[in-house]
Structures are given as structure tokens and as C-alpha cells.
């Protein structure tokens, strides 16, 4: 038998179970009123009929472990065993290893000075290196920084920062005892910055102090009173500082496995921990222990930090080889971050893959080849990212102090982009090479809500361009899908896709301009009247070459909106056809000469369409994606767009638009952009105890699986939760609700609901396209009926799942699916990044990261 075993069966058997722990002992209180009135035998002899525990296994078991089994009621557990009910339990291992414990363990008032605690279950993890990185990153953007080595048993905090210490008052050892004085040791300061890094080293490095650091760790290991005293004299030692002199943070290493000092100094001074763990047989065995580390601080509960010796490495190969590992770790961590989140939301876990920014991989670097801690900016870019993302979701990406905007009169400037989009145009440098006369570009790609057709319309609003075929809503020339001229350009060529491309350009070219649309409706108005004969005459390349011949200006056309054109069961072929005509013009250099075509047209559509587009495309494609610092630059250009926010925070607008150059040219880095948005929005959400940034960055984006380094945002989502934002705002006020916090910023309550608006319309917005995408009955009205209710039926759906089994499911709550059709249809989904695979569950999907919301599925363990 096993402490967890009898511990599950007492929990099953009688009322209510107490886990308490006082040195050396663990009390199990079994409290139930079956005990009244019976002596202590008779109380033994009923737990063991109720539990039918092998007495001898029971004895031995108390002995072994020291456990102290206790009958009682709950009048005596109140009169016999207040002595159990002090803070001393959740200073030790032995209870925090049971979950029920951990799942009870209270947040803690926060720290006047935030804390990042260091750990790892074994060594060669580089713990401390990263630590002592950490704090120069930190102490680069203006933090004062205090590092504290509790690593009793092998300290070295102070040779990492090539410190010589041999006076014992500026040491834990001395804070713990051996020192009525304290004061820490300067490790680095600046003359040109706030910045600056002191350190208690855990000893002085003196061989005269041998014996008594080794005193002292009998010390630690008999009472641990011993390290949560010296912490509480750190504690007033920091609080009388005076305030230029004050630490913004403090950073704790500690000692690997469960060593005894490694939890008083964590309930001592609360914070997160950052735990050193790589993706093996010996860190996943040690969930345990991390999960009790977690439960110390749930507000903040902590990330996994994971070292790689190979140089070669990257992250995408990490989490493609150790998928399954790194989602077992990043579990805990879910369960432990669900612990800390608004009461009543506690059960909403995030799923793994939405924590995929709190696994921070750190690399062999040359720089630490040469020194023990070298200067910041030595390190590789893959490092300095990492500290980047290590800061950003533990809550330190910014600053030290908010960042306070002085009043500014800056007015609003027009927009580059005319009528038909009010706000900036991003253009970032690879948009700015697109608009080059001499750029061979035909084919844009990206997935949906990357900005194709906010693409297509800055291309004509600048005259760079005409449009051929556009979207539905498209304002302008051209033909637009599913209009009438288009119906009429379609039938009067029979349905021959190949006639009607080359028809379509024809009429472009018989126009002066194509981007006038009033002339263009005209001329498509003409070709219907032409006569049968006349139309297959002109709806040729033979035809067009002519045309093309005596135009005095080499034309250059658009298409986009195409996905919405014709039919699922048609779209290939019509695509198919399209991408034939676009390679016949290429291809002929009379065409190529006069006509240059651009394709805007979603990934999967391009990749599924025909077998030789990669050669076809090769040097003529652009895929779009929008990265962490072109979405935010994004993001910054629609706030400052919207009344509310002006209304509401009118020095960030104003400062917003005193940088929109940069901002019109993806040029405002993160330093700039993330203090800014924090200067609206909450650092964090408490529903869902996420940084808000990190929000931001986990659910508005598609990483692709697991390469976060992949990652691509959706302006067309973002917009939109702005725009909600002032919605939902504006109907509380309304209602004289509150859409602001105490600290003036948008609530974390608004900040949800406007996305779980934005990701319904996003859902509604796929929804059209999979009208077109997916093949669920030839009758095209029967099709869109049954694709609502797939969508429909997927809310409430688990997520990951087996596909089989949400075949079945789907198929019992959808009338009329055929289940071949239906796994097509899914396969097609999962084309479009609406599900993807589980890596390292072989058969298993999963709800996008984007769409598991829009979806409504439930992520379950």
C-alpha cells in the first residue's frame, strides 16, 4: 500500500479527510461522525471493516512513511488538532504531492517586490545561466534586480556574476544567522541607466566558512523555519529602501530535486517559477513536484524552461520529437494557471497547445562557450528571444513602471488609403516590394483573414493596378463573384470555365479602364448581346493577343474572390482553369509583354489545385502572414481609428498617431506597441489568469501546430474584436454598467466578450467560404443548409478527438450526412487550418487554435 492509495480510499469511505504535515509526521484526519462515542479501538477496528485495509499493510505503511493516522469528529478535528492548521504544510513536499491539497492551497496577497523563483528537478539544465541572462535583460530596460542563491547544497550565483564575496553579512548564510548585519553585493550598475543588479550569494567563498556552510545545511534540513526567517529579514531589509534605491524585482535559484529549502523560500516570497525540464523520461516523472511548485503562486504559476547541447537545434524540432512530452508537462501547467483563474471559471482549462508560449527553449550559444555569463547583446538572436518570451509570460515584457503618456494635440490625419478602408495601410517592406513596377509577383497567397482583399483594394485605391474578378463586396470595376454579370459572363460561355477566363479579359481590354465599373458592367452587358458565334470567337488567346497588340500600355489586372465563385464540387476545375490561363499569358511573350495578371487566392486552394503549381509559382509567390510585430503595428492603427478609444484614451491616441509613419510601415517594435497597448488594456485577464499580451498573441493567431515560430495573426480578427470592444463598451454604459477597471483600463471582462463576438463572426465569415469548400450534396442550397448545421453541431464537441468518433457524433446530430462525405469534409477543414493533427498522438486532431473558440468545442484533458 501507498500514502496516495490511502488516501484515495479514506476519501471514498468516510466524510471528510485532512492532509496536514508537522515535522516529520503527515496526518491523515479521517473525520466522520461514525467515531462518536467509540474508544480508540473500536475506531480502528470500524476503519478497517469500512476501508477493508490489511492491518499489518497498515502498520507498516505508518511506520515506513511516518504517517499519523487520526479518527475523529469534527468537534474533536476543531479541539484536538488546531496545532495542524498553520502555514507549516505547505512549506514541505510530502503533502503538496497529493492533488487535493495543491487544488486547496489560497493566493496570497501580492508582494510589494515581484519574485521569479528558478528551478530544476535535475542539474546540467542551465538554470542558473538562464537566470543570471534574465536579470541583464532585465536590468538593460531600467529594472533594479536582487538575485538571491538558495542553492544550499551547491551555490554558485556569484562566480556567474564574477563576484568575490567573503564577508558573511552579505550572504543568505548571514540572513539566516551567522550575521546580525546585512547588505547585498553589487553585481552590475550603469552611471547611464536605472538599471542595476544586486546579489546575496548563498556563502561567502572563503574555505574558513567550510564547515559552518555545511552547518548550515543540517540546518536548513531540520528546520525549515531556518530559510523562511532569513527571507523575512531580506523582507525589511528591502522594504526601508529608499525609493531610487528600491528593487523592482527579485530572483530566486534554487536547488535541484526536493531539496527541503526550495518550498519555504517559495511560500516565503510568492512568485512564479520558472522551471529548468527538458522533454524526457526523468522530467515527466517529476510532474509531481512541478505541479507543487505551481500551486505556491496561482495567480502566476510559472513556465518550463528546456535546454538543448545541440547547436543545430531549433524549437520546431523539439516539439515535433517530444510532441507528447511537452503537451504531458504543459498540462500541469494548465491545471495549474485554471487554479488561479476568476471563481467560477476554474474548470475552464486552456488546452496545452494554447501554452505553447510558457515552453521556452534555450540553445547552446558561442557566446557562453567563452564566459560563464557573457554581456547580453553577445547572445544569439534564439536566446534573446527566448528571454524576451521567458519576460512576457511571467508579466515582465515592459518596463519597470507603467508607462505614463504626457498629453499631447496631435489631430487626425487623413487615411493613405482612401474611401474604401478608412484606417492606415500597413505596408510592411515585403508589401512595399510588391508595389515595385518591376516586381514578378503573380500569385499572393495567405490564409483566411490575412489581408488578401485589403491587399487587392490598396493596389487599385494607388492606380498600380485594375480589377479583372473581385470579391462580392468589392466597390469598383471588374467582374464580382456571384453577381449578375458574372452570371451572365458564366452562361453565355456555357460553363466552360477556359472560355470564361479568357472571355473576362477580353472585355477588360476592350475597356479603357477596368476599375471604372459603371463602363465595365457595360461592356460585360455587350458581350452577353454578341452572337453565339462571335462570342467564341472573342473568348480566345488568339483573340486577346490581338487586343493585347494595340493597346498603347502594358495592363496589369487583379483576381481575387474566387473561393466564393462557383460550387464546392466545381471550385477545382474552375481554379484549375484559371491557373492554365494565368501560365499561357506568362508563358507567351507577346501576352506577357501587353498583360501581367496577380492572384490573390487562399494557400490551400493554390496547393490542392493542380500537381505542377510549384513549378509554376516558383519566384512568382508571396505568402502573406502578419508576425507578432506587424499585427500589433496593426492593431495600433485601428484603435486609433475608433471613437471609443479616442474618447476614452486620448494620450495613447495621440501618441499613436504621432509614430504613424512607423506604424503605416510595420516599423514600431515591441518595446514601443506592447507598452502602449498596456497603457489600455489590463495586463492581465483574470478570467482565464492569462497575460493579456499573451492572450493576444495564443488566440489570435494560427501557429500551425506547434512551430509558434510560424505564427500568423488575422488582421480581419483583430478589427473586429476592436470594433466589438466599443460595442459591448458602449451597451454597458448604456445599461450604466462599468467597461473600464479601477486602474482606467478596459475590463478583462469586455476584453472577453468582444472576442468571443469577433470569433463568432470570424466563424460566419469561414462559414461563406465553406459553402464553396465543402462537397456535402450536389444541390448547392441543400449543401449550405448542411454545412450550418456541421458547424452548428461541432459546439460542445471535445477537442482533441479521434476522427472516427466525431464522424459518428456529428452524424447523430446531423440529418442527411453521408459519412464519406463527411471525412472529406473534414479533411478539407483541416486544410484550411480549421483542425490540424495532435503531434505526438498518432491519429488524433484537434481544433485550431483560432477556431476552437469560434467553434465553441470543449477542450478536454
Known amino acids: 500500500m501507498t500514502i496516495s492509495e490511502l488516501l484515495k480510499t479514506c476519501r471514498e469511505k468516510f466524510q471528510k479527510v485532512d492532509v496536514k504535515y508537522a515535522h516529520p509526521s503527515l496526518y491523515i484526519l479521517c473525520i466522520d461522525d461514525v467515531f462518536k462515542t467509540l474508544d480508540e479501538d473500536m475506531r480502528r477496528k470500524v476503519f478497517l471493516e469500512k476501508t477493508d485495509i490489511d492491518p499489518e499493510e497498515l502498520v507498516n505503511l505508518e511506520a515506513a512513511a511516518a504517517v499519523s493516522l487520526e479518527l475523529c469528529t469534527a468537534s474533536e478535528r476543531v479541539s484536538l488538532f488546531a496545532f495542524l492548521d498553520d502555514e507549516e504544510a505547505a512549506q514541505h513536499w510530502l503533502p503538496l504531492l497529493d492533488e487535493t491539497i495543491r487544488d486547496n ?283 524576451r518570451q521567458l519576460r512576457e509570460v511571467l508579466g515582465f515584457a515592459g518596463p519597470p513602471h507603467p508607462l505614463e503618456l504626457e498629453p499631447t494635440n496631435t489631430t487626425r490625419l487623413s487615411s493613405p488609403s482612401g474611401a474604401i478602408d478608412p484606417g492606415w495601410f500597413i505596408e510592411t517592406a515585403e508589401i512595399s516590394r510588391l508595389f515595385l513596377p518591376t516586381s514578378t509577383v503573380s500569385y499572393i497567397v495567405g490564409r483566411k483573414g490575412t489581408g488578401k482583399t485589403r491587399l487587392y483594394k490598396e493596389m487599385i485605391n494607388r492606380q498600380l493596378a485594375e480589377p479583372l474578378f473581385a470579391s462580392a463586396d468589392f466597390v469598383g470595376g471588374g467582374v464580382k463573384s456571384q453577381s449578375s454579370e458574372y452570371s451572365l459572363l458564366l452562361a453565355s460561355c456555357k460553363g466552360d470555365f477556359k472560355a470564361f477566363w479568357w472571355s473576362l479579359l477580353a472585355i477588360a481590354l476592350s475597356t479603357p479602364d477596368a476599375s471604372k465599373g459603371t463602363e465595365f458592367d457595360s461592356a460585360v452587358s455587350a458581350w452577353g448581346n454578341l452572337t453565339p458565334n462571335q462570342r467564341n470567337e472573342q473568348g480566345t488567346a488568339h483573340f486577346v493577343v490581338k487586343l493585347a497588340g494595340q493597346g498603347t500600355r502594358k495592363r496589369f489586372f487583379l483576381i481575387d474572390g474566387i473561393e466564393t465563385a462557383v460550387p464546392s464540387a466545381q471550385l477545382r476545375v474552375f481554379i484549375e482553369e484559371m491557373l492554365l490561363f494565368m501560365l499561357t499569358i506568362q508563358s507567351d511573350s507577346k501576352l506577357s509583354s501587353n498583360i501581367f495578371i496577380r492572384l490573390f487566392l487562399r494557400t490551400d486552394l493554390l496547393r490542392n489545385a493542380t500537381q505542377n503549381i510549384e513549378q509554376q509559382t516558383s519566384h512568382r509567390k508571396l505568402e502573406l502572414r502578419w508576425d507578432s510585430d506587424s499585427i500589433f503595428n496593426f492593431v495600433l492603427a485601428r484603435i486609433e481609428l475608433l471613437d471609443w478609444f479616442e474618447e476614452n484614451f486620448a494620450n495613447a491616441c495621440n501618441t499613436i498617431r504621432s509614430i504613424q ?201
Open 105 to 387: 492551497l489560497t493566493s496570497a496577497q501580492p508582494e510589494a517586490i515581484p519574485a521569479i523563483h528558478f528551478y530544476g528537478f535535475k542539474g546540467g539544465q542551465a538554470r542558473s545561466t538562464v537566470l543570471v541572462m534574465l536579470a541583464k535583460s532585465l536590468a538593460a530596460d531600467g529594472y533594479r534586480v536582487l538575485v538571491v542563491d538558495v542553492d544550499i547544497e551547491a551555490p554558485s550565483l556569484d562566480l556567474l556574476f564574477d563576484v568575490s564575496v567573503s564577508d558573511v553579512s552579505t550572504t543568505l548564510m548571514g540572513l539566516c544567522g551567522w550575521s546580525n548585519d546585512f547588505s547585498p553585493v553589487q553585481a552590475f550598475g550603469s552611471a547611464h541607466s536605472t538599471g542595476a543588479i544586486d546579489i546575496v550569494p548563498c556563502r561567502p567563498r572563503s574555505d574558513n566558512y567550510d564547515m559552518d556552510f555545511a552547518a548550515f545545511g543540517i540546518r536548513v534540513a531540520l528546520d525549515i523555519s531556518t530559510i523562511s526567517n532569513g527571507l523575512k529579514r531580506l523582507k525589511a531589509y528591502v522594504a526601508q529602501l529608499e525609493n531610487e534605491k528600491q528593487y523592482d524585482i527579485v530572483l530566486f535559484d534554487h536547488r535541484t530535486g526536493i531539496a527541503p529549502s526550495v518550498l519555504p523560500a517559495i511560500r516565503e516570497w510568492r512568485g512564479p517559477t520558472v522551471i529548468a525540464a527538458r522533454p524526457d523520461g526523468l522530467s515527466t516523472q517529476a510532474i509531481g513536484a512541478f505541479a507543487s511548485l505551481f500551486a505556491q503562486n496561482p495567480d502566476n504559476p510559472g513556465a518550463f524552461i528546456s535546454f538543448s547541447l545541440d547547436a543545430e537545434d531549433s524549437r520546431v524540432a523539439i516539439f515535433q520529437r517530444a510532441a507528447r512530452q511537452i503537451q504531458e508537462l504543459l498540462g500541469e501547467l494548465s491545471r495549474a494557471i485554471a487554479r488561479g483563474a476568476e471563481a467560477g471559471h476554474e474548470e475552464d482549462e486552456l488546452p496545452p497547445d494554447a501554452l505553447q508560449k510558457y515552453w521556452v527553449s534555450w540553445f547552446a550559444d558561442r557566446a557562453l562557450f567563452s564566459a560563464l555569463s557573457p554581456p547580453l547583446e553577445r547572445l544569439g538572436s534564439e536566446n534573446l528571444n527566448s528571454l
Open 661 to 861: 509613419a512607423d506604424i503605416s510601415s510595420g516599423k514600431v517594435l515591441r518595446t514601443v506597441y506592447e507598452p502602449l497597448l498596456l497603457s489600455i488594456f489590463p495586463q492581465k485577464l483574470r478570467r482565464n489568469n492569462l497575460q493579456t499580451i499573451t492572450f493576444f498573441e495564443t488566440y489570435f493567431s494560427d501557429a500551425g501546430g506547434d512551430n509558434q515560430e510560424r505564427a500568423s495573426f488575422y488582421p480581419r480578427l483583430f478589427e473586429n474584436f476592436l470594433n466589438q470592444i466599443t460595442i459591448v463598451a458602449k451597451s454597458r454604459s448604456d445599461k450604466g454598467g462599468v467597461a473600464l477597471d479601477a486602474d482606467g483600463k478596459v475590463s478583462h471582462s469586455v476584453v472577453l466578450e468582444a472576442h468571443a463576438a469577433a470569433s463568432a463572426a470570424f466563424i460566419t465569415e469561414v462559414t461563406q467560404e465553406l459553402y464553396a469548400l465543402l462537397n456535402l450534396d450536389n444541390d448547392d442550397s441543400l449543401n449550405r443548409r448542411l454545412v450550418d448545421s456541421l458547424i452548428a453541431a461541432f459546439e460542445g464537441q471535445p477537442t482533441p478527438f479521434e476522427v472516427e468518433l466525431i464522424v459518428d457524433r456529428l452524424q447523430h446530430l446531423v440529418n442527411g450526412l453521408d459519412a464519406s462525405k463527411l471525412r472529406d469534409a473534414l479533411q478539407r477543414m483541416r486544410e484550411v487550418g480549421i483542425f490540424e493533427g495532435r503531434p505526438g498522438y498518432p491519429g488524433q486532431w484537434r481544433a485550431g487554435r483560432l477556431y476552437k473558440s469560434a467553434l465553441r468545442m470543449k477542450y478536454v484533458r
